[in-house]
């Protein structure tokens, strides 16, 4: 990914990175600005001591303004772009939770949590350093050219040359770079995947003494991690000193040019020793950018994912979501590839289970029912309107969902029923009772919690009750349940006013069922 593309997708998915960017490259313009003011001062007044003419008063004092200018716009660039950045990394990880958060469960969670942590951190960084470096890397040399054309045009054509095959040896080693720094990324997201997957398993694993095998896997992943590593390494020591040394070769070519010049008498001591002075000024925004680019290696591969997921977000409707439990119509849906065509009506206010063989695509009809998926083909009406033409955000708000495997957030059963709300702890205490739950509402929860898979669904749907949505979706809330559970389960349903749709194999004599079949 280019740093033009890089730049023009961020703006669009977090529009302040443009200030951050004009601010990084006008205390460039500031600093070059200050340092050719160095240059012409300084060379008038070494050539002034060498000559025995008398050093005017005003050169000293335009060589302490522009050291001073100088020294201040360096010294903010790295704050400002810091703090200009910052924000940027804010909008960018609010912007991504919200898609992952529109889309459900991501495929890879740890991989997604990586991105979402680290990554977007290291698109600051990037956003920070590399992208304003390599902006002045464009912006600055052409400066100091015209510069040293205007005070010398032989110098600033042979500058002009040297500038211009830098960017060539840039780009050859940069595509080297920047494959050795996405692979590096992609292994830091399967160390994540892999570590996560493990844990989560490693009872499994221990019981079917799997666990070694797991570890060396994990070790494995590991050292190919380390490896990658060291080849980002590699190609940024490589880039590096072939950017010194080409840039080191032209400012003695121009020196060994204006040392022949001078000597015959072609050139004036203070022309020279401008030029100079002022030449290594159009290639330190290259090494620059070059050093900035290696050390947010991580970063420069991150901003690509991070900006794909933001942009993966399907079309919103704008339609308010309905205030009353709605009718919906399922006209030829396809939830997903593979599955058959179901075409079905739940009129408002009612329960319905969704019945059928497993892998027929029951839990993808949820999905799609609640935003959280777009179908294959048909649509899904909502009282009559196309469910894609309603807003996202306002219809997720508007459904509650209880998963076949449902994630509780937070530390205790009253942080999990109340998910951010304002409910009194007797509220909380009186929706756990309606679904036969009977535990202290500082019960803990996250790994090694005592709450069985039962328990867990019934928590979930205590939660979606609780925030009384007009549509309730239910993915076998009955699993893993006792008789008296499971009738707890169903008289809590029964209350519920929503518009119901209950994935079941188990469903009630009397139940309007759906059935899916291949």
Known sequence: MSAPSALGRLARVAPRARRALVVAVGLGVVEIAAALAQAVALGAAIAALATGE????????????????????????????????????TDLRAAALAQVVRQGRPADPDATTQLLTRGVDEVEAYLARVVPARALAAVVPPLVIGFLLVQDWISGLTVALTVVLLPIFLSLLGRAAHDAMAERWRDQQRLATAFGDIVRGMTALKSLNRSARAVERLDAIGERLAGSTMATLRVAFASSFALELLSSLATALVALELGLRLVGGTVSLRTALVVLIATPEAYAPLRRAAASYHASAT?????????????????????????????????????????????????????????????????????????????????????????????????????????QEPVLVGETL??????????????????????????????????????????????????????????LLLDEPTAHQDAASEAAVWAALDRSRATRVVVSHRPRPGDAVITVRP
């Open 299 to 403: 970063g420069v591969a991150a901003v690509t994912d991070v900006v794909d997921l933001i942009e993966r977000a399907r079309p919103e409707g704008t339609a308010p979501a309905p205030a009353v439990p709605p009718r919906l119509e399922l006209v030829g849906l396809v939830a997903r590839a593979g599955v058959p065509a179901l075409s079905a009506e739940v009129p408002a206010g009612a329960l319905v289970v969704l019945a059928g063989p497993s892998g027929i695509g029951k839990s993808s009809v949820l999905a799609v029912l609640g935003g959280l998926s777009d179908p294959t083909a048909g649509q899904v009406l909502v009282d009559g309107a196309d469910l894609a033409d309603l807003a996202r955000d306002a219809w997720q708000g508007a459904v509650g969902w209880v998963a």
């Open 414 to 471: 009253l942080d999990a029923v109340r998910q951010g709300r304002d409910l009194s702890p007797a509220t909380v205490r009186a929706a756990l009772a309606t679904v036969g739950v009977d535990l202290a509402l500082d019960h803990p929860l996250g790994e090694g919690a005592t709450l069985s898979a039962g328990q867990r669904r019934r928590v979930a749907l205590a939660a979606c009750l609780v925030a009384d949505p007009v549509v």
């Open 54 to 89: 008398p050093v005017h008063r005003s050169w000293l004092v335009a060589l302490v303004v522009a050291s001073g200018a100088r020294a201040l716009a360096r010294g903010a660039a790295a704050p400002a772009g810091t703090a200009l950045a910052r924000p940027v990394r």
